[in-house]
């Protein structure tokens, strides 16, 4: 069965970095776009990155360009987020997600998700 496993958060300062790690298992993983989602308590759940299938096309919520990386290694499963110059308002939980479409429009085109990783940035 499919498992989607997000690690690597936890409580960092203002500027500091994270590096989030996604592995996937029971699943073709390069056949499935991937993406970061967050959700912050009384917000809604925000798509921070998306990534194809090779890595070739990748978007950015406009709230991280410039500071944030997503990259994956098809070889080893896994779909990383690397996170610097962090805020406060980065503060929420990271959520990995899976899509069997090429580029996925939204929440309901993801077919797999991880239960979450807490990332809370200090001031």
């Known amino acids: 069965q499919v498992q989607v496993v997000e690690s690597g958060g936890g409580l960092v300062q203002a500027g500091g970095s994270l590096r989030l790690s996604c592995t996937a298992s029971g699943l073709t993983f390069e056949s499935y776009t991937m993406a970061w989602f967050r959700q912050a308590p009384g917000n809604e759940r925000e798509r921070v990155s998306q990534i194809s299938w090779g890595g070739g096309s990748i978007n950015y919520a406009d709230s991280v360009k410039g500071r944030f990386t997503s990259s994956r290694d098809n070889a080893k499963n896994t779909l990383y987020l690397q996170m610097n110059s962090l805020k406060p308002e980065d503060t929420a939980m990271y959520y990995c997600?899976?899509?069997?479409?090429?580029?996925?429009?939204?929440?309901?085109?993801?077919?797999?998700w991880g239960q979450g990783t807490q990332v809370t940035v200090s001031s």
């Open positions: 997600a899976a899509s069997r479409q090429f580029w996925p429009r939204g929440r309901a085109d993801f077919d797999y």
